[in-house]
Structures are given as structure tokens and as C-alpha cells.
């Protein structure tokens, strides 16, 4: 644990996420579980929330957390769980009474200092809105700049956030392009 939490402390990022322990996995190649890290599964704890939710959801919990897993390698108390979430390593465990599930307990990006951005959600609501932005940019990339192309950026940008709110990803928005 001491050697996650100091390795996980070097970095200060908000594009990545560390989970840990290791976890026990179905591998149909070998027809058996194995022990892998939890970074291997958690792309199916995205997946699964995006598909259930949306990217602004956060991937944990035991409504959208679960991962696919029967087994972790070291069994949590509170305390361990509360270290590792400090040191913004997302714990991986079993709750009391549901045994061979497994479920992701955070959702904290390696960013060192306390912002919105801490948080994965947040940094995938962002990324999300980035891409769409962008895509609706590009078709507009050469054309006059003047007041009718803002006005039509705007009214293309508009439903994109206006969606985004209605999925909850967002309570208030303003496009402002000028």
C-alpha cells in the first residue's frame, strides 16, 4: 500500500485515475480466473456508466461501479479505504455482505491540488463537451468571421449543452462566443 500511495503522489494529473488492489478476473483464454490489476476491468465500469448514465456520471458505487470481478486481493477496512482515498488511489473492495462482488469505491483523479477537476466525472464531462465543441468547429473552420457565423457556431452549440443539461451533466450553461 505504501509503495501505491508514494507512486501515486508523484503524479498531478486530472487525465488519469489510479485503483487499487489487484483483482481476480474470469480469463477466457485461460479458463480460469487470474489476478490482474483493477485498471484492466475498470474500462468496463466506464463503459457500463456510460451506457446506464453518461460520461458525467460518476463509474462507482454499487449502482454503476461494479467491475468484473469475483475477488480482491487484500480485504479493506475503513481505515485503509479513507489512506488510499487520501492519497487519491481509488479503492477497489468487496462490501460487507455482497461476497463475490467486486466494486470501485472512488473517482478521484491524480490531481494534486483540490479542484473540479479531482474528479473523474467532472474531467469526462469536459473531455465530452471538448469533442462535441470541436466537431461543430471544424465545419465552420474556413468560414467568414463575422457575425452570422458566430450566430450560427452559437445555434450549433446550443443544443449540444442544451442536452448535456437535460442529462444532467450540467444545471446552468451560457454559450458565449465572441
Known amino acids: 500500500v505504501a509503495q501505491a500511495t508514494t507512486e501515486a503522489g508523484e503524479l498531478n494529473t486530472n487525465f488519469a ?3 487499487w488492489p489487484w483483482i ?7 479458463s480460469k480466473n487470474v489476478w490482474a490489476p483493477a485498471s484492466t476491468v ?4 466506464y463503459a457500463f456508466n456510460d451506457r446506464v448514465a453518461a460520461p458525467w456520471f460518476a463509474p462507482a458505487g454499487l449502482t454503476r461501479g461494479r467491475l468484473n470481478a469475483s475477488n480482491v486481493k487484500v480485504q479493506m477496512n475503513r481505515d ?3 489512506d488510499l482515498y487520501d492519497a487519491d488511489i481509488n479503492p477497489i473492495y468487496v462490501p460487507a455482505g ?4 467486486v466494486y470501485s469505491f472512488g473517482q478521484k483523479t491524480l490531481l494534486q491540488n483540490q479542484s473540479a477537476l ?3 466525472n467532472v474531467r469526462r464531462l469536459l473531455i465530452n463537451i471538448r469533442r462535441r465543441v470541436k466537431a461543430v468547429a471544424n ?3 474556413f468560414e467568414p468571421n463575422r457575425a452570422s457565423t458566430l450566430e450560427r457556431f452559437s445555434s450549433l452549440v446550443e443544443p449540444i449543452m442544451a442536452e448535456v443539461q437535460a442529462r444532467q451533466g450540467v444545471e446552468r450553461y451560457k454559450v458565449q462566443i465572441d
Open 118 to 120: 479531482d474528479r473523474i
Open 17 to 19: 485515475g489510479a485503483y
Open 139 to 141: 465545419t465552420l473552420l
Open 42 to 45: 475498470m474500462q468496463g465500469v
Open 24 to 30: 481476480q478476473t474470469p480469463s477466457t483464454e485461460l
Open 98 to 101: 455482497r461476497s463475490n462482488e
Open 80 to 82: 485503509l479505504l479513507n
